[in-house]
C-alpha cells in the first residue's frame, strides 16, 4: 500500500485555484521534496493530505485513509511541522512537549521520557529546562521537529524545516529526518526551498508552480526530461586549450552522454600533452533542474 495518494486534487478559493489536479502516489519510507516558490500550492497540499482543508475536486489519501472522512485517525498517524508552528513560551522546553505528547496518547511518564530522547538528539538537551519564549529562532525550530516527531508517526509532513537553522542545526535535523525514513520506515513529505539539502535527502520530487504539477520523478529522470546535461569539467595550465571544450573561468567544460567518456577524455588530454591539474564529472543538480521546469511553468511547456 501506497502511503501517500493523491488523485486529480484540486482546491479553489472563490476564483483562485491553489491547487489543480494533483496525482501522485509515495512509497512508505520514502522521502519525497515537494518545491516550488511561494505560493505555489505547497502548504495547500499538506492541509488537504491532513483534512485541514477539503478538496474542491479530486481525492487524496493517507496510508489508505481519506483524509475527510477519518481526520482523526490520519492525525494519529502523522507528523507535522510548519513554518508557523508554535509553543507556549511560558513552558520549559521539556514541558511543551510532554504536553503535546499526552495529547498524542502518551502517558505522562512517557511523554517525558519521549520528550527528552528527543531534546536530546536534537541538540537541545541542556536548553530543556528553558522557557520555550527564550529559544532562538533555531532552537524553536528544533524544538517544533521534536513535537512532530512525539508520537513517532508513520508520516512526516515537513515545511522548511532547517528554516532559520545554522549549518550545524541544519545538518543535525537532515540526519535525524533521513534516520526516520531510513530506520524507522516513515514517510517525509518535505516541503522546502533548500535545494541543497533536498538533493542529500530526497529520493525523489514534485515541482509545482502555480497550483500545477510540473514534473514528478527522481533526479536523474527529471534531469533527463528538463534537458539538462552532465559536463566532463578539466581545470589546465592558464592559456591551455581542448578541442571541444568551451571555456567557464578556470575550467574548460564539455558535455557528455555518459560518465563512461570521462577516461578516454582524460587520456587524450595527457597524450596532447596538457597539464591537466583537475578533473571532474558535473552531472546536473537539483538546482539546474528545478529552474529548468519552473521556468517553462508561466507560458511555456509543462513537462
Known amino acids: 500500500m501506497d502511503a501517500l495518494t493523491a488523485e486529480g ?33 505547497k502548504t495547500t497540499t499538506v492541509k488537504l493530505f491532513t483534512g485541514l482543508l477539503t478538496p474542491t475536486e479530486g481525492s487524496c489519501s493517507v496510508l489508505g485513509l481519506d483524509p475527510r ?17 508554535r509553543m507556549y513560551p511560558h513552558l520549559s522546553g521539556l514541558e511543551n512537549l510532554a504536553f503535546f505528547g499526552a495529547l498524542c496518547g502518551l502517558s505522562r511518564a512517557g511523554a517525558r521520557e519521549r520528550g527528552e530522547e528527543l531534546l536530546k538528539r536534537l541538540g537541545l538537551a541542556e536548553a530543556g529546562k528553558l522557557p520555550a519564549g527564550k529559544y532562538s529562532t533555531g532552537m524553536a525550530q528544533r524544538l517544533s521537529l521534536a513535537r512532530a516527531l512525539l508520537g513517532r508517526p508513520r508520516v512526516l509532513f515537513l515545511d522548511e524545516p532547517t528554516s532559520g537553522l545554522d549549518p550545524e542545526s541544519a545538518q543535525a535535523v537532515n540526519a535525524m529526518i533521513g534516520e526516520q525514513a531510513g530506520q524507522e520506515g516513515v514517510t517525509v513529505f518535505l516541503c522546502t526551498h533548500q535545494l541543497r539539502y533536498a538533493q542529500d535527502l530526497c529520493g525523489s520530487y514534485g515541482v509545482i508552480d502555480h497550483g500545477e504539477l510540473l514534473a514528478l520523478g527522481g533526479l536523474e529522470d527529471l534531469a533527463a526530461r528538463a534537458g539538462c546535461r552532465t559536463y566532463a569539467a578539466f581545470r589546465l595550465a592558464e592559456g591551455e586549450t581542448l578541442p571541444g571544450f568551451e571555456r567557464d573561468g578556470a575550467w574548460l567544460r564539455r558535455a557528455i552522454s555518459s560518465e563512461d567518456e570521462m577516461p578516454g577524455l582524460l587520456r587524450e588530454a595527457v597524450a596532447a600533452g596538457r597539464c591537466v591539474y583537475e578533473a571532474r564529472i558535473e552531472p546536473p543538480t537539483l538546482e539546474d533542474v528545478y529552474f529548468r521546469f519552473v521556468g517553462r511553468g508561466e507560458g511555456g511547456e509543462t513537462v
Open 69 to 85: 472522512r477519518e481526520a482523526e485517525k490520519v492525525h494519529a498517524q502523522c507528523g507535522v511541522l510548519t513554518e508557523s508552528a
Open 9 to 41: 486534487l484540486t482546491r479553489r478559493f472563490g476564483e483562485k485555484t491553489a491547487l489543480s489536479r494533483l496525482s501522485l502516489a509515495l512509497e512508505q519510507g520514502s522521502v519525497f521534496g515537494f518545491l516550488g516558490p511561494n505560493g505555489a500550492g
